[in-house]
């Protein structure tokens, strides 16, 4: 028990460390388990981690299996993250199923108090008018789980709360 007295700090920060480590892991083992998309279920995912000091999070992108052949090499699917300047940012895994550019992008914004706002930007690129289609999101992190829909062929924005820690 004295043991535990008197390394318990250490242990803390060892926690610190270890702990959104073995939860990005897990996600990654996650993405691998996964089921391949098939027709039936009707949707792709493009599934990047990313960790914000420490702070694990994940922002799934769904675009229809028949829009897949939009999003090429040379004109991906597009997730664009706004990070504080403060922040330091790790782009853990960037699992899709479809071709996805997941860009973290520095802001000169600082993040301050227990919480921060991440902006995310998100792009699907399609044939044309006649060719648009439904995409979907889902931001998440341990304050919040954000879900949202918007058109293919125009940017949309939208932001989701994770925890600051220095």
């Given at each position: 028990?004295?043991?535990?007295?008197?390394?318990?700090?250490?242990?803390?920060?060892?926690?610190?460390?270890?702990?959104?480590?073995?939860?990005?892991?897990?996600?990654?083992?996650?993405?691998?388990?996964?089921?391949?998309?098939?027709?039936?279920?009707?949707?792709?995912?493009?599934?990047?981690?990313?960790?914000?000091?420490?702070?694990?999070?994940d922002?799934?992108?769904?675009?229809?299996?028949s829009?897949?052949?939009?999003?090429?090499?040379?004109?991906?699917v597009?997730?664009?993250?706004?990070?504080?300047?403060?922040?330091?940012?790790?782009?853990?895994?960037?699992?899709?199923t479809?071709?996805?550019?997941?860009?973290?992008?520095?802001?000169?914004?600082?993040a301050?108090?227990?919480?921060?706002?991440?902006?995310?930007?998100?792009?699907?690129?399609d044939?044309?008018?006649?060719?648009r289609?439904?995409?979907?999101?889902?931001?998440?992190?341990?304050?919040?789980?954000?879900s949202?829909?918007?058109?293919?062929?125009?940017?949309?924005?939208?932001?989701?709360?994770?925890?600051?820690?220095?």
């Amino acid at each position: 028990m004295a043991w535990v007295k008197s390394h318990g700090r250490q242990l803390r920060g060892l926690n610190r460390r270890v702990v959104p480590l073995v939860l990005a892991l897990l996600m990654l083992l996650g993405g691998w388990w996964a089921a391949p998309a098939h027709a039936d279920l009707d949707f792709c995912a493009g599934d990047p981690i990313i960790t914000f000091n420490l702070a694990v999070t994940d922002i799934t992108v769904n675009i229809p299996l028949s829009a897949t052949k939009y999003a090429t090499r040379q004109n991906p699917v597009v997730l664009l993250v706004f990070v504080p300047s403060n922040v330091r940012t790790l782009l853990n895994v960037g699992v899709s199923t479809y071709a996805l550019r997941t860009e973290l992008v520095k802001v000169p914004t600082l993040a301050t108090g227990r919480e921060m706002s991440i902006r995310f930007a998100v792009y699907a690129p399609d044939g044309g008018p006649a060719t648009r289609y439904t995409v979907s999101y889902r931001a998440t992190s341990r304050l919040e789980i954000k879900s949202g829909k918007t058109t293919s062929g125009a940017w949309h924005t939208a932001s989701f709360r994770v925890p600051f820690t220095l």
